[in-house]
């Protein structure tokens, strides 16, 4: 994802984005990474997600798309 894209995203999803790394990550790792509050993590992946940024797979983990 080009992060000049991203102008409509919230800060914390930007945040999201930066700290999240290549391959599948743990949720509890991209909250300890993001530097943020757990609740914001949370709805930030959501949208993410919606944006079809980020999928959700079994076992709290996520992945970049």
Do not use: W, Y
């Not at 994802?1 to 945040?15: P, Q, V």
């Not at 930066?18 to 991209?30: C, I, L, P, S």
């Not at 959501?46 to 940024?53: N, P, Q, S, V, W």
């Amino acid at each position: 994802i080009d992060l000049e894209t991203t102008a409509d995203f919230s800060d914390d999803e930007r945040t999201v984005l930066q700290k999240m790394k290549a391959g599948e990550q743990n949720v509890d790792d991209v909250i300890a990474d993001s530097g943020i509050s757990p609740a914001a993590v949370l709805a930030a992946l959501t949208m993410l997600e919606i944006k079809g940024c980020v999928q959700t797979l079994p076992g709290r983990r996520v992945i970049k798309k």
